[in-house]
Every structure is written in C-alpha cells, then in structure tokens.
C-alpha cells in the first residue's frame, strides 16, 4: 500500500511541476479549428464561431500573456507551400504587412464571459519560415489593453512547428 501511495504522491508532485512548464511554453500546440476550442493556449477563451470555409482546418492557438503588452509574435515553419489564415483579434490597428489580405470571414470568441470577434486574413505561403506579427493593436473603454496573440489556421495536411518570433 506505501508503494503505490508514494508513486501518487510522486506523479502528483510531477503533474503540478509540468503544468507550470506548460504554461509558459509560447510555442503553443496543433489543435483542430473548432467549436469550443481553445483561442488561446494558456486560457479558456473558447471559439464559438467558425467560417464554413475552414472547417477542418486546424490551428495554432499560443499563451495570450499580459494584456498590457502586444499580443506575442510567432515563427512558423510550413512543411508545403499553403494557403493560410490569420485569425486576427479586431481590437484596435494591427499591422500584418502587405502579403496578408483581409477576408469577409469572422471567427468569434467568448473571454472571461465577453463575446469577441476576429477578423481572417489569407496569404498563400511558400514552404519554410512563416512570421506572424505581435498583435499591436490597443483599445479599451476603461483601459486600454492589447489585442491577444494572431491564431495561425492551416489546412489539415501541412505540418507546422513553432517559435517565437523574439525572446522577451
């Protein structure tokens, strides 16, 4: 009985440690785009909107981090050239650069209770190095905050890895 006591108490102890690691682990993880998914990694913001068009795609979904500070910025390695989506918080002006054009797709959110809307924006991407962008629009009623981390969609067969775009 001590033995598989001290193993519980032991993967407890493990789980609460590699929580936190999680937790501030950028890099976010594949998920598929869908309903009740996660907006980003480190929250429960949950979609609850999703463009017929992507529907089986799947998404990128990285740590919202202080919303004092611009939404975190991302690397992204593309196994195949793709077209690709950008879920892009619609707070504020952010800039994307001249290759991203903005779609008449929305993708809406619920935050803390609070039902936001994201904007999609498409690029036809080769293979290799993608860079998102920080996310640094900011607006408030009461106070201004930044608008969360951009969501990187891909189609359901081209592999991706992550990093950040630059250490904080």
Known sequence: ???YTMKALLLLCLMSFSSSL?????SGHKAALEIGGLRCADRQFKVTTIPETLKGFKCYPINRGDK?????GMNFKLSAPAEVYLAVMDRGNPTLGQAWEKT?????WM???VPFTDLIYKKS???GLLTVPEHQGLAGKKKKTF???HLLIVPAGIEVS?????ED
Do not use: R, T
């Open 104 to 108: 008449d797709m929305k993708l809406d």
């Open 162 to 166: 992550i990093s950040p775009s630059k």
């Open 111 to 113: 935050g803390d209770h």
């Open 1 to 3: 009985m001590k033995n």
């Open 125 to 127: 991407a080769p293979a």
């Open 22 to 26: 999680f937790a501030e682990n950028k």
């Open 68 to 72: 004092m500070k611009p939404g975190a």
């Open 147 to 149: 608008g969360i981390p």
